[in-house]
């Protein structure tokens, strides 16, 4: 199974920008769909982005399109998420996930996912 290591959040203020990184490690690393996925306070956890290890199809949620960029490293087992033009309500626990079906249109946790620690971001002035 994919073991996976989120880092790059912290406190920022709105219209500021962070970038996320997501170390991934294991085998077969290149194979796996990955992506990131967020929880706020009371909610339910939300896709963000996600990228495919095939074609490197991406998802974007509605809430963050034109915004936030997902990119992969496969040389590195890196993927990252820059975010832009932060506001508030992306405040959340963003969590990297491995073993997803990835589209323009969907990103589906698959049988078996891996999930990463987390990471705080939080956009305060």
């Known amino acids: 199974q994919v073991q996976l290591v989120e880092s790059g959040g912290g406190t920022v203020q709105p219209d500021g920008s962070l970038t996320l990184s997501c170390a991934a490690s294991g085998p077969n690393v290149d194979y796996y769909a990955i992506g990131w996925f967020r929880q706020a306070p009371g909610k339910g956890r939300e896709g963000v982005s996600c990228?495919?290890?095939?074609?490197?199809?991406?998802f974007y949620a509605d809430s963050v399109k034109g915004r936030f960029t997902i990119s992969r490293d496969n040389a590195k087992n890196m993927v990252y998420l820059q975010l832009n033009n932060l506001k508030p309500e992306d405040s959340a626990v963003y969590y990297c996930?491995?073993?997803?079906?990835?589209?323009?249109?969907?990103?589906?946790?698959?049988?078996?996912?891996?999930w990463g620690q987390g990471t705080q971001v939080t956009v305060s002035s």
């Open positions: 996930a491995a073993d997803l079906l990835v589209s323009t249109s969907h990103c589906w946790v698959g049988v078996h996912p891996s």
């Open positions: 990228i495919s290890s095939e074609d490197g199809s991406t």
